[in-house]
């Protein structure tokens, strides 16, 4: 039986925090699945892509009005491990130059396991980096190939270590749900993974992207994917197992040991503010009350030439509707295992009603919410049907 929460005393909202993302769009090679904004250019000018981000951390440092603590820093992309170790210091160092940052800041950039990129940790380490995050994906080498990795699963298991060597905090990435695999597979694999955990664990199922090769192999029925109740067992085989050694599921596809969940993902979850910086890079920031919507041009060189022209590559702002900020607070922050808080959410409505009680109540009575006055809170069942829920619940 859900534990339901009594008093608005005994609930703590956390503060979102504030963060920075920096999106490095370059790749070794385009993963089949990936509908990322990232792009294949072997011939990158890492100085002038340098003095580009830092250029654009400048701009919105002298635009924003009033600035908030910095409480992570996020390198993504992309690949970022692609970057010379400068660049990330010269990106660590604007941010320091213009923001207050938190003491116990979250700098993390994540990292592709091959060899050559993993040999460049420990710059990246005297850099600033205090978090990495690998894009392991899968241990076992023939699931790697299918995904289109350039790395083997021995690389992988060294990457892990030298993270350790190197960064207080790390965290990999593995996919599940593919095509063929069994629970009995996936409960081999993942209690393998896990013993090599070094705190936090994203575990994602594969999805279908529109745009991607696997979307072309799926369209033509050369490419099936597990079942609905397939998908459920395998999420229920990685949440329990997960359990088992010691790891929460905070957060839909995230688990973490207590105190290790990812303080940036964190802020967008929470639904704090946070700056976009790099091509495609969105952000929201709030100024005067009010909340806006940032997006920067996807193409690089396009990005790139802007940057270096007016000194960002972003498209107009757009504020967004009292509606749109409630309807966003919700979309982020019932897929935490946290509640969120009800006040919060009628301050970003702005007095609209924005909630649909018939279909909530509903949702409560089916075991999917957990609801007080003081918040909304998704329980295990509701988080798995969260898209069902959203589509329900906001008016």
């Not at 990685?238 to 990812?262: F, I, L």
């Not at 967008?268 to 009010?290: N, S």
């Amino acid at each position: 039986m859900v534990q339901r929460l009594k008093t608005l005393e005994s609930v703590a909202f956390p503060a979102p925090g504030f963060g920075i993302y920096v999106h490095w769009p370059f790749c070794l090679a385009k993963c089949p699945y990936c509908d990322f904004n990232s792009h294949v250019q072997d011939d990158v000018d890492h100085a002038r892509w340098r003095g580009a981000l830092v250029r654009e951390i400048a701009h919105y440092a002298e635009t924003l009005p009033h600035k908030q603590t910095v409480t992570s820093i996020f390198f993504g992309g992309g690949t970022p491990s692609l970057m010379v170790p400068e660049t990330v210091a010269a990106v660590i160092a604007t941010v320091r130059a213009h923001f207050p940052v938190a003491e116990d800041v979250e700098i993390t950039l994540e990292a592709n396991p091959t060899s050559t990129e993993a040999a460049r940790f420990k710059g990246y380490a005297e850099a600033g980096v205090s978090r990495v995050s690998l894009g392991v994906q899968s241990l076992r080498d023939v699931e790697l190939k299918f995904l289109g990795r350039q790395h083997s699963a021995k690389e992988a298991l060294a990457a892990l270590d030298l993270a350790r060597q190197h960064f207080t905090r790390s965290s990999f990435d593995l996919i599940y749900a593919r095509p063929g695999q069994t629970v009995a597979d996936w409960r081999a694999e993942l209690a393998e993974a896990l013993s090599y955990a070094g705190g936090h664990l994203s575990l994602y199922q594969l999805t279908i992207e529109k745009g991607t090769p696997f979307y072309t192999l799926y369209q033509r029925g050369e490419m099936p994917i597990p079942s609905d109740d397939e998908a459920a067992a395998l999420y229920e085989e990685t949440r329990d197992q997960a359990a088992k050694h010691g790891y929460d599921a905070y957060e839909v596809s995230n688990y973490a040991r207590a105190g290790e969940e990812s303080r940036h993902n964190l802020v967008y979850w929470r639904y704090g503010d946070y700056l976009g910086i790099g091509p495609g890079a969105h952000g929201r920031i709030t100024i005067d009350g009010k909340k806006y919507a940032t997006r920067a041009h996807r193409a690089p060189q396009i990005w790139l030439e802007r940057v270096e022209k007016h000194g960002h590559g972003a498209h107009e702002d757009t504020q967004l509707s009292c509606e749109d900020r409630a309807a966003e607070m919700l979309l982020m922050g019932l897929r935490l295992a946290e509640p969120l808080s009800l006040t919060r959410l009628e301050t970003a409505a702005g007095g609209a009603e924005v909630l649909n009680w018939q279909e909530i109540r509903k949702a409560e009575a089916a075991g999917w919410l957990t609801v007080t006055e003081a918040a909304l809170q998704t329980t295990e069942a509701g988080r798995l049907r969260l898209e069902y829920l959203l589509s329900h619940i906001i008016l």
